[in-house]
């Protein structure tokens, strides 16, 4: 079977929109059909572009026209063995380094450790662990990122979480 390029995706669904409205006697609004939109085209929709009502809601994830790519987020916690601090202090420029190759592909959107008290430096109590949400193609490829972690090399973390995320806000 051969894999569809996100463009063509995109193309795809706005047929099967358009279609599916014609079928049911449903015309796109002027706008919203000028642009490529699929959805109702009602006067302050608030779709931004995105195809996201409706009819292409049953695709199952939001297609952003600007970027015309899927955008799913991994949330991936790790949790830090106790008296990991040593160590997590030696593997964290290797783990930054990861970190900062995420973001200059565009695919992180938030990383941090979690502090063990609440404080801005924990001192010796250290971190509990860390949180990364972060866009991969798919479950098994986040989780290879996470398992290929310095952290994980290290021992700092006795065990890693990984799971879909869904962004609502901002």
């Not at 006067?43 to 409706?54: E, H, I, Q």
């Not at 009819?55 to 952003?64: D, E, H, N, V």
């Amino acid at each position: 079977m051969r894999r569809r390029n996100s463009e063509e995706v995109v193309y795809a669904n706005r047929r099967w929109a358009a279609n599916r409205s014609s079928r049911r006697g449903v015309s796109l609004g002027r706008r919203a059909a000028a642009s490529g939109c699929v959805c109702s085209g009602a006067k302050g929709n608030a779709c931004a572009g995105a195809v996201s009502s409706g009819q292409a809601a049953r695709i199952g994830r939001w297609i952003f026209k600007s970027e015309a790519r899927w955008r799913v987020w991994y949330l991936i916690e790790g949790y830090d063995r106790a008296d990991a601090l040593a160590a997590r202090q030696q593997a964290r420029p290797a783990h930054l380094a990861r970190l900062q190759a995420l973001a200059a592909a565009g695919r992180l959107l938030v990383a941090g450790p979690c502090p063990a008290i609440d404080a801005e430096d924990p001192g010796p109590s250290g971190f509990s662990g860390s949180v990364v949400i972060a866009e991969f193609d798919a479950l098994e490829d986040a989780r290879a990122w996470a398992n290929a972690d310095p952290y994980v090399e290290a021992g700092v973390y006795a065990r890693t979480e990984v799971r879909p995320f869904r962004r609502v806000l901002p």
